[in-house]
Every structure is written in structure tokens, then in C-alpha cells.
């Protein structure tokens, strides 16, 4: 099984940068691509990037492109998602997702879930 952890999450002012990480328990985060999505309070969870297992491709949701980085450093078996340029909008939830076999942007493709580290930005 596949075990994931976020961290990294915390206040910031809008502006600011911050890096978060998802680190996974098992090796088997070698075989699987990972997405980050998000959600904020009251709406549905949405979209933010994804990776494939490789690193190479990625795809980000248009409100992430240009600001946001998703990264992935198969030896330490850790995801990240550095995010720049922050702005309100952005609080929310982070979900970090694994999935072995899809690197969508719908979160019924992925298997394997975290508890998600919140991410608040002010103004």
C-alpha cells in the first residue's frame, strides 16, 4: 500500500511563496503518478497538478499555471508543489494524490490519498 503525507502547509501573506511537500511511506511511490488538488471551504475539490511517475510531464489547472511547480524526487519518495505569487484565492485544503496507472484531473483517478495540509493566504 501507498501511505502519504503532506506537509509544508501554514499562513502566508498574499505575494508570499510557499513549498509543500508530500512524502510517501513505501516504495512503490516510484510507480505511481501523483497529483496535487485542493479545496477550499464550502466549494468542491478541484484540480492543481499532476506528475507523471517519470517527472516528464506535467500538467497544471489554469489558475496554478505560471505560479505553481510540481516536482518529484523519486529517491526520497517526495512530491512537492512550490507555489509562488500566492493570492487569497489559493487558501484551501492541499490533497496530495498517487495513482499507479493515471495522472488526470479528476480525483476519482487516484487511488491513494493524504490528509491534506492547509494553505492560507491573506491579504
Known amino acids: 500500500q501507498v501511505q502519504l503525507v503532506e506537509s509544508g502547509g501554514g499562513l502566508v501573506q498574499a505575494g508570499g511563496s510557499l513549498r509543500l511537500s508530500c512524502a510517501a511511506s513505501?516504495?512503490?511511490?516510484?510507480?505511481?503518478?501523483m497529483g496535487w488538488f485542493r479545496q477550499a471551504p464550502g466549494k468542491e475539490r478541484e484540480f492543481v497538478a499532476t506528475?507523471?511517475?517519470?517527472?516528464?510531464?506535467?500538467n497544471y489547472a489554469d489558475s496554478a499555471k505560471g505560479r505553481f511547480t510540481i516536482s518529484r524526487d523519486n529517491a526520497k519518495n517526495t512530491v512537492y508543489l512550490q507555489m509562488k505569487r500566492l493570492k487569497t484565492e489559493d487558501t484551501a485544503v492541499y490533497y496530495c494524490?498517487?495513482?499507479?496507472?493515471?495522472?488526470?484531473?479528476?480525483?476519482?483517478?487516484?487511488?491513494?490519498w493524504g490528509q491534506g495540509t492547509q494553505v492560507t493566504v491573506s491579504s
Open positions: 494524490a498517487a495513482d499507479k496507472y493515471y495522472y488526470g484531473t479528476h480525483s476519482n483517478e487516484y487511488d491513494y
Open positions: 513505501r516504495r512503490t511511490f516510484s510507480s505511481c503518478h
Open positions: 506528475i507523471s511517475w517519470s517527472g516528464g510531464y506535467t
